[in-house]
């Protein structure tokens, strides 16, 4: 779809479809009550780029602050089961799952995120905010010996359940 720059100035279309906002275009927590309970799930990703001889201390296990990764995912799972908390307009969920993963790239470490729930509202904002707080916290172990380590590519990835159905990231 173009863009299109009278929809910018007109509140009225670019505000349908923005679920967070109500009639008035004032800013409100969605009623999910009248939604069914489905199996949701999540999946999210991002990167954190650094130093070959910064990923080498990670994949060792040797950073002076510990093993930086078994650290990053048990951030990841709180950050997760704390959504609610760090966003605004987000409702707070029952997880059953939460899973933060790890591979090694060149230069960088991936992150994956998986988070589910039976409920009436997606995981999308837990699994997106385990993977960013996963992330900093590689960035926090770490900075010490590499300050210049980038994070990027933070996205959603996967979903599953609710009334949109399934969605995959091309």
Not at 13 to 19: A, C, D, H, I
Not at 56 to 71: Q, T
Not at 102 to 107: A, C, G, R, V
Not at 131 to 139: D, E, G, M, R
């Amino acid at each position: 779809m173009p863009f299109d720059i009278a929809q910018v100035n007109d509140r009225e279309s670019w505000m349908k479809g923005l679920t967070h906002f109500d009639s008035r275009g004032d800013a409100h927590m969605v009623d999910v009550s009248g939604k069914g309970e489905t199996r949701r799930i999540a999946i999210a990703e991002g990167r954190i780029g650094m130093k070959l001889e910064t990923l080498g201390i990670v994949k060792s296990g040797s950073g002076e602050k510990g093993d930086v990764l078994a650290v990053s995912r048990i951030a990841g799972i709180m950050a997760a089961k704390r959504t609610s908390e760090l966003i605004p307009l987000c409702h707070p969920l029952a997880l059953t799952k939460v899973a933060v993963e790890f591979e090694f790239e060149e230069t960088a470490i991936l992150c994956r995120a998986r988070t589910e729930t039976v409920g009436r509202t997606g995981v999308e904002m837990e699994a997106l905010t385990a993977a960013s707080i996963a992330l900093l916290t590689i960035y926090d172990m770490c900075k010490a010996v590499d300050r210049g380590m980038t994070i990027s590519g933070i996205r959603l990835i996967e979903k599953q359940g609710g009334a949109s159905g399934n969605w995959h990231a091309e």
